[in-house]
């Protein structure tokens, strides 16, 4: 066939395919997007370790000020831990009072509701004090109206879960970080009691996994970091390998180490977000962390935003 009897032909057959009732092809409905909406606003505030002196207590009250003064204010507002300066080494008069100026900050000061975390600074850890009933946790947990130190609850879609990552050491003092057997198994049930559609955010007051425990001040001996299992979780791997089955699992957010910092790893997001106390009230700026708190917008797709915010 010559070219040009081909083109005919070729034209012919392209005008003839696109004839009504030459085609037959199965309809494809493509799936509508659903727009993305924000379902949750929260503030998260860690390590305030308020004090008796009035750098803290004005510094506490800027912080919750700046929270509810934005202009599309949180929900509500986390505490990653550390509320009290120090219970650790502290006497009973020493912690009541401590307690009693959180509790009267927060009640001239904040409006919205508030969701506890036990710092390790929380802890009542004086071992000359051992044999008394508040000795340890149980102190904290009345003061912040906490029936277990590790719960969960559902709020717009999402699933919460407030983790307590200070245990004793096995020499019986104060503290090590690691939720022990009987929290992994309770969070393990936890997550498999939950739809694998629910988005999932993880609060610890001690980081699972962060990088900023490098640039604090870490000893090195021999060329090698020694980083103190007071850090960061002894049992990271033990909990990434626990979230490994579960990928709704988003976010984890902690505090601690008064750094700010953002690690992912296998799917999931790990924020320390800072410290409201700065260096402990003494300097604003914590190595290269300014003292502040974080705004997280939790969306009904899973996803999220973490934002630092330096008050």
């Known amino acids: 066939m010559e070219r040009k009897q081909f083109l005919k032909a070729l034209g012919l057959i392209g005008a003839g395919s696109i004839l009504p009732g030459k085609i037959k092809a199965n309809r494809i409905d493509l799936p509508v997007k659903q727009e993305k909406q924000r379902v949750l606003r929260v503030a998260h505030i860690t390590d305030i370790h308020i004090a008796d002196h009035k750098t803290a207590h004005k510094g506490f009250a800027k912080c919750l000020h700046s929270i509810q003064n ?6 509500f ?5 550390d509320a009290i300066e120090d219970a650790l080494f502290r006497t009973k008069p020493d912690v009541n009072k401590q307690w009693a100026l959180w509790h009267s900050i ?3 000061e904040c409006s919205l509701k508030v969701k506890n975390t036990i710092g390790n600074h929380d802890i009542w850890g004086l071992y000359t004090e051992k044999k008394d009933f508040l000795y340890g946790k149980k102190f904290a947990q009345e003061k912040l109206h906490l029936d277990k130190t590790y719960y969960s609850f559902d709020a717009n879609g999402w699933h919460f879960i407030f983790l307590d990552s200070t245990q004793k050491k096995s020499n019986g003092l104060w503290y090590t970080a690691k939720l022990g057997d009987e929290q992994m198994e309770w969070l393990e049930n936890d997550l498999a009691s939950i739809a694998p559609t629910t988005p ?3 609060v610890s007051h001690i980081p699972i996994l962060c990088a900023n425990v490098f640039l604090d001040d870490v000893k090195q001996r021999f ?5 103190p299992g007071s850090w960061m979780h002894n049992d990271v791997k033990e909990i990434v390998a626990l979230f490994n089955k579960y990928k709704n699992v988003k976010l984890c957010v902690s505090g601690h180490i008064h750094l700010q910092d953002r690690v992912e790893y296998n799917g999931i997001t790990y924020c320390c977000n800072g410290a409201v106390s700065g260096d402990w009230w003494k300097n604003e700026y914590y190595h290269e962390t300014r003292a502040g708190y974080a705004v997280i917008d939790l969306f009904n797709d899973g996803s999220f935003v973490n934002n630092y915010v330096a008050y």
């Open 77 to 81: 507002i986390i505490n990653g831990g």
């Open 70 to 75: 934005m202009e599309d204010a949180p929900d």
């Open 106 to 108: 927060l009640k001239n």
């Open 200 to 202: 999932v955010l993880v």
């Open 223 to 227: 060329g090698k970091f020694q980083i």
